[in-house]
């Protein structure tokens, strides 16, 4: 499955920003998906995962209340919602299938969309 995530953008502290992630080919049916983020020098950290039922849903505790990810199989999209930004939001943010293995991990992932830029300004 090939991914592009979109919806990146220049946002104010407390503004909301949601992002999307669209799959080719495949849709969501095999995969759990998740979103991670990465600031430039640090390393790719996990933000969100669901297991593309809306049943099972994880959040890194830094965006726990703020997020929200939710997935849509037949337009094969999955969402990103961002509440409450602050300014150490402010990272690329990565959509990905998940592999297996640790729903935390950049490892148990193995197909990643380009990235979509998400600036908070204070």
């Known amino acids: 499955v090939q991914l592009q995530a979109s919806g990146g953008g220049l946002v104010q502290a407390g503004g909301s920003l949601r992002l999307s992630c669209v799959a080719s080919r495949r849709t969501f049916n095999d995969y759990a998906m998740g979103w991670f983020r990465q600031v430039p020098g640090k390393e790719r950290e996990f933000v969100a995962f669901d297991n593309w039922r809306g049943d099972s849903t994880l959040y890194a505790d830094s965006v726990k209340g703020r997020f929200t990810i939710a997935s849509d199989n037949a337009k094969k999209k999955l969402y990103l919602q961002m509440n409450n930004l602050k300014p150490d939001d402010t990272a690329v943010y990565y959509c990905?299938?998940?592999?297996?293995?640790?729903?935390?991990?950049?490892?148990?992932?193995?197909?990643w969309g380009q990235g979509t830029l998400v600036t908070v300004s204070s």
């Open positions: 990905a299938s998940f592999g297996g293995g640790s729903y935390y991990s950049t490892s148990s992932y193995n197909n």
